[in-house]
């Protein structure tokens, strides 16, 4: 098969965002009174058997609160529709057809059903998937699950289809977790903002708003337990989705190197080093036995081949 056209290059984007609280908040008091025998057998019991299996994270801010679900998520849809629009318009928007958005979109298939759990919103996403041309180390997921990935990301680091269901994983878990929403929740708190929260209620100039909101959507940048959470989350969607979890780690190891020849767009967003893959070996235990029962995808892909004419450099002219 020859190799399909190249994508012309497609401006350089920020990673966004781009829900489910594990453990148990109940807890067995023993009494004095008992004896040492029963004291152990109450231990037994304090794990509760609908204990769920996989990775562990804190529970959602509640600051999420100050934002509505709905009104990031069509911020989110409506962003998404114009940076597809305009990468087309620029013939950086990559065909159904092409090998690599076949490929991303197989993976995502095999990934969406496990987001419910995670937020039962997911299960009325419209999700997308798209692949824009680039030599940008980048991908993001807008809250209601648009997906994009960067051609640079894949050729460049020559991902597996495990190491793609990682970082597909990761950007899939902002939008469950509702990172972006806790961020404007944050901001919106911090700055007293009355007049848009009044929008928010159908009080003001709402319109306004959900255009600002989308607009930040593209630029939001998430703290290190945002990224670690995405991690962890990622890690356990991507095993259950039958996709090897130690891809997690040679993924990060492939991101250290090219970080270190030049800085990626993705890993300004995403901060990368030891303690992250550290985090996620200590956590392979408990996403292995998922590996282990999941289905295996019927079908692997390829990474991109080299190219005879590479995406040129974005110009300079053009913003974001």
Not at 127 to 140: M, R, S, T
Request: proline share 7%; with cysteine.
């Amino acid at each position: 098969m020859k190799n399909p056209a190249p994508l012309r290059v497609f401006p350089t984007l920020a990673s966004a965002d781009t829900l489910h609280v594990p453990g148990c908040g109940c807890a067995l008091h023993a009494r004095r009174l008992f004896t040492g025998g029963l004291l152990a057998a109450a231990g037994a019991l304090a794990v509760p058997a609908w204990a769920r299996e996989g990775v562990e994270v804190g529970p959602k801010s509640s600051l999420a609160q100050f934002v509505s679900a709905e009104q990031i998520e069509q911020a989110g849809v409506q962003q998404y529709a114009q940076m597809r629009q305009k990468a087309a318009q620029q013939n950086a928007l990559a065909p159904d057809g092409h090998p690599q958005v076949v490929r991303l979109r197989a993976i995502a298939q095999r990934l969406i059903p496990y987001t419910f759990e995670w937020n039962d919103r997911a299960r009325q996403w419209r999700w997308e998937v798209n692949l824009i041309g680039g030599k940008q180390i980048n991908a993001f997921c807008l809250p209601g699950g648009k997906i994009a990935f960067f051609y640079g990301i894949l050729d460049q680091l020559k991902l597996s289809d495990d190491e793609v269901a990682m970082v597909m994983g990761h950007e899939m878990t902002h939008a469950l977790r509702e990172h972006a929403r806790e961020r404007m929740g944050k901001s919106m708190v911090t700055r007293g903002a009355i007049e848009i929260g009044s929008a928010l209620l159908g009080l003001g100039n709402g319109g306004r708003y959900l255009a600002d909101m989308g607009g930040q959507l593209l630029t939001l940048k998430f703290g290190r337990e945002d990224e670690s959470e995405a991690d962890l989350v990622g890690l356990e969607l991507a095993a259950r989705a039958g996709y090897d979890p130690r891809a997690g780690v040679t993924l990060w190891q492939k991101m250290a190197a090219a970080n270190k020849a030049a800085p990626a767009q993705w890993l300004s967003t995403h901060p990368s080093g030891p303690t992250r893959i550290h985090d996620i070996e200590v956590n392979l235990p408990k996403v292995a036995p998922l590996y282990a029962r999941a289905a295996r995808p019927a079908q692997r892909f390829e990474p991109p081949r080299a190219q005879a004419n590479p995406p040129a450099e974005p110009p300079r002219s053009v913003s974001r």
